[in-house]
């Protein structure tokens, strides 16, 4: 006996009623956070779970058509297997800035996000109902049948839709004024919707032609003093967890002994490496940064190189986003290069050859760029030594929803009690060379990282919605003896002050005194045009909004 044959529409309302139901556990609990169920609410709730498949069902019609059904349906489910897992699990929402952020990372940190939880997922979510979908016989009828099916489910459905939002208005009236954003989380129309406005930004018209700017830049001569600055780009650190800032531990020990100078007032440009690590050297703030007009312009790094300093990018991440491209860039993740591997390569072995470096370059200026590994989540546990396990018990896995918050917590502070050793190496390497340069380090983080705050795990939140443990992010100044110590009080009698990424292209040019049009005092740190302005910033500035310059400047 034949089995019946189903119709398209058959499996395009099952496979939209499936994924409601299964795929949207984050989203359903973050409504219900707001709406908990109740009597009172429970017709509300029952129309936003039949209005999420009606979405559903009017993105399937619009994209399947006779064999394309099948096939798409099919990745439709294991891609939002896939993007459940990470909502569910570190409540991650994939917008544009994630995407990128994605296609950017490198593959061994994609492998640190895997444990056997995602194949759970991606076999109940993904591949049983798809071998469903694909072994259910489907009949195809001619064009025109199959039209009239298709406008017919359309028209029901979106008239299912407007009855619900008119019968529970005053519901909906509420639900899209206070918490649209919550429409965010659905799946995986969000993030079908996302992909399609980064593939629009990232592929229309030709390629941007790059545009040379700092074209004038020069150091004035003659320049008695040779710079040698290390600039350490850290990962995923947030300021709250560094006993510097007042946090309760002691993860500082080794800087606490050094005359630093700790900013604890810092708003990061995004809350991803694709994007805060190109925006920190930007010359375009964050209001107005974007990645593809960035690639296609001049960085700090290739104003420095035209004013003629010697610039040496060394990496111990997945890459410099594109910020090294026209310097000297080593790649320190692989035991090749690195002589501190066991088995992961550590932070520590990008100073190994350095001094031959510098010997290399017996004249000019000097900056080195330390790119870290640092915090780099979820699998802390990896990111340090085991001598550098001083807060106990940790978490021994990259699925942190299996540890307790104090695991993840003390796993996470033992990750900045090694980039404390490692920053006070970077000092005790540059008091070497105090009698020859004038040595500095700069260390700030690209972005923060949420602990469980909220359900919240990991980074790359939009950042209007972003938590502040995502965007505070530590600033740590160390000066040599070639500095003048009053200049030095008075950038420590500002550390409390907000500051952010905005500053840190006209500080790096400041720090070597590169004279250009596009260096803008009032935005340098170690610039006395900051200090004076830093009073009315703070009156103006709360502590997640970064500068708003072009404001500010109005009432200069």
Known sequence: MMKKAASNITLIIGVALYLAALANLTFFRKLLDIYPLSLEHLPFLISVFIGLVIVLILLFSALCHQWLVKPILIAALLLSSVLAYFMDQYGILVDETMIENSLKTDPREVADLFNPLLLVYI????????????????????????????????AASLALFVAMIWSLSDYYASFFRAHK??????????????????ASRSFHGNALAFQEIG????IPQPDPDRELIIFVVGETARAANFSLNGYHRLTNPRLAQEKV??????????????????????????????????????NALDILKKAGVNILWRDNNSSSKGVADRVRYEDFRFPS????????????GMLAGLDDYIAAHPT??????????????????????????????????????????????NTYDNTILYTDYFLAEVIRFLKRYDESFKTAM????????????????????PYFLAPKE???????????????????????????????????????LGLFGVRTKVYDPKLDLLNPSFHDGADKMRRRITQREPIDHDEERKYE
């Not at 807060?391 to 699925?399: G, R, V």
């Not at 700069?442 to 990991?458: A, C, P, Q």
């Open 123 to 154: 076999l109940f979510i993904g591949i049983l109902p798809g071998l469903i979908v694909a072994k259910i016989p489907v009949a195809y009828p001619g064009h025109w049948k199959e039209t009239t099916a298709r406008l017919k489910l359309v």
């Open 181 to 198: 954003k919550l429409t965010m989380f659905t799946n995986p129309t969000f993030a079908l919707y996302s992909a399609g406005v980064y």
């Open 215 to 218: 074209n004038d830049a020069h």
């Open 261 to 298: 100078i700790s900013f604890s007032n810092v708003s990061s440009c995004g809350t991803s490496t694709a994007v805060s690590v190109p925006c920190m050297f930007s010359i375009d703030g964050r209001r107005t940064f974007d990645s593809k007009i960035s690639a296609a312009k001049s």
């Open 337 to 348: 290069r690195n002589p501190v591997c066991d088995p992961e390569c550590r932070d520590i």
């Open 364 to 409: 000019g200026d000097i900056l080195i760029v330390l790119h870290q590994m640092g915090s780099h989540g979820p699998a802390y546990y990896k990111r340090y030594p085991k001598r550098f396990k001083v807060f106990t018990p940790t978490c021994e896995t990259n699925k942190l929803s299996d540890c307790s918050r104090e695991e993840v917590v």
């Open 442 to 461: 700069i260390y700030v983080s690209d972005h923060g990282e949420s602990l469980g705050e909220k359900g919240l795990y990991l980074h790359g939140y």
């Open 470 to 508: 995502q965007t505070h992010v530590p600033l740590i100044m160390w000066f040599g003896q070639g500095y003048d110590p009053e200049a030095l009080r008075k950038i420590s009698d500002i550390r409390n002050r907000p500051v952010s990424h905005d500053n840190l292209f006209s500080t790096l």
